[in-house]
Structure formats: C-alpha cells, structure tokens
C-alpha cells in the first residue's frame, strides 16, 4: 500500500467517523428539544394546578364572602375536575351562609360554568366591561386575593398560574372595580339576550351549552 492510498483511507475513515458523531448529535439535540418541551409542559400543567389548588384553598377559608372575576371558559380535559371541585366548594361554602358572587364576560358560551355556578348557589353576572374581559381574581372577606395570569393576553387564554395576597388593601380596590363594573346583568337576563339576538331554541342553546334541555327551560319559561 503506497503512502497516498493509505492516507486516502484514513481520510475516509475520519469523514465516516464525522458523519457517525454528527448524527449522534442531531439525535442527542433532538431528544434534548423533546426534554425541553416535556419539562415545559408539565411545569405549566404544575402551576395550573397550584392556582386552581389556591382557589379552593382560599375559599374554603371564607366566613362572609368570596367574590370572582373569572373568564368562565367551557371546560376541557383535567380542567372539568378542577371546575368540580371549585363547584364542590361553591355548594359547601353557601349551605355554611357564606356569599359567592361571580362577573364573567359576555360570551354566550360562558352561560354553561354560569349556569353550574348558580345551581352550586353563587350569584353569576355579566359584563362587557374591561374588567371582565381581562382579570382574573377571587377575593375571600376582603382579605385575601388570589390572582390568576394567562400566557398572554386575551379573554380566552387559559390561565398559567396564580398568586395569593394578603392584602385587604388590594382587596379593597378589586372589589370596588367589580362593584363599578358596568351594565351587569344576571345569568337570567343574559340567557335571555343570547336568545333574542341569536333567534336560537332553547333545545339547540342547550347543546350548544350543554345544558340539560329541561334545566334550561325552567329560566327561559318559569312556572
């Protein structure tokens, strides 16, 4: 073997040996990616979590009064076990006389979390106010505030986690703003509209909502 042929294998060897390492390399990255992705959903998955936990938490310390601005999304996966257990709470904390009171924007699909908020025994409102479409907060006997933070703006996005404060001072200037909330009207009234400006049956509504047919007549038409 001349000195060139060998060097040429040897060139060969060290490009196949380049070609094996890169390879490894764009695998290793792309299970790195896929780590990354993985760890980053479930920290999000943990800190909804932890902010539904502090709802509960916070409102099973009531005694008087919890307020809520909430977005009142239908409910999907995990979430409609979390909205239990917030319903579960509800049902609790007014049998012990403790007064639950909700504003949600005025999007027709938010009747369906209305309408199981207030079979719980909460007063459900709406508004099309600013607030209402962009904070998210319950305040416990004008105490405690629990402040939800969506990934990014919008009266749709879900909300990432949250942040309790004492602090009867925040308390205070949340309340008022939900008090100042203008044109609120009750779920009634609200079902009432979306009725009227959308010409829809009470049967397709309830589908739409799902709610049960005969539930939702009893407001549309009662006795």
Known sequence: MTIETGLLVLESVL??????LLLFSLKEGRGRKNL???????????????????????????KKEVIGCITGRLPIGEDKKRTRNIID???????EGVRVRYLMP????????????????????????????NIRFII????????GIP???????????????PSEGLAMILKDYFNKCGNQISFVEY????????????KHL???LQIDETELEKFTHPA
């Open 15 to 20: 490009l196949l040996a380049t070609i094996i």
């Open 36 to 62: 990354l992705l993985q760890v980053e959903r479930a920290t999000k998955v943990l800190s909804r979590q932890e902010y539904f936990l502090s709802v509960t938490d916070s409102m099973m310390d009531a």
């Open 89 to 95: 709470t509800i049902e609790k904390l007014t049998k």
């Open 106 to 133: 005025k999007f027709f699909d938010r009747l369906h979390i209305g309408y199981l908020y207030m079979k719980a025994g909460a007063e459900i409102r709406y508004s099309s106010c600013l607030m209402a479409h």
């Open 140 to 147: 416990v006997d004008d105490r405690i505030v629990v402040i």
């Open 151 to 165: 990934d990014s703006i919008g009266e749709k996005e879900a909300t990432k986690k949250g942040y309790r404060i």
């Open 191 to 202: 079902l009432e509209e979306v009725i009227k400006q959308t010409g829809a049956t009470p």
């Open 206 to 208: 309830a589908q739409e």
